[in-house]
């Protein structure tokens, strides 16, 4: 297990996380710190553990549209599947009632043509 060294409202913590992650947690720590910032720019010196908590409710506060959206647009692809499966079926269903339709016409057509090949024949044949 890896150990890194991160920086966040001017402080130094040493973490734990899995090899090859320590690039990634070093970049999450970073954001974190720079929600921090942003809050102090707009807050003041309002206290350590206050902008952290504020910090903190605001990234949650991005998690959770975040997920909201996702949830709408992964709604939106099982309706638009559903909608393509609904529209293949359809189209299966067309297309068999058109297959039936066209061999039906076909048993038509060869009746009359025998009909007709019947009638031209010779009386003496």
């Known amino acids: 297990?890896?150990?890194i060294i991160v920086t966040i409202n001017g402080r130094s913590f040493r973490m734990a996380c899995d090899d090859g992650e320590e690039e990634r947690l070093t970049a999450l720590a970073r954001r974190f710190d720079s929600a921090i910032d942003s809050l102090r720019g707009s807050f003041g010196e309002i206290g350590d553990l206050r902008l952290t908590v504020m910090a903190g409710?605001?990234?949650?506060d991005e998690l959770v549209e975040r997920e909201r959206r996702l949830a709408a647009l992964q709604d939106e692809v099982d309706s638009l599947r559903e909608a393509r499966r609904v529209a293949l079926d359809s189209s299966a269903r067309n297309d068999?009632?058109?297959?039936?339709?066209?061999?039906?016409?076909?048993?038509?057509?060869?009746?009359?043509?025998?009909?007709?090949?019947?009638?031209?024949?010779p009386a003496d044949a």
């Open 96 to 121: 068999a009632e058109l297959a039936g339709k066209i061999v039906n016409a076909a048993e038509r057509i060869e009746a009359l043509a025998d009909g007709l090949a019947r009638s031209l024949r």
């Open 1 to 3: 297990m890896a150990q």
């Open 57 to 60: 409710i605001m990234v949650t």
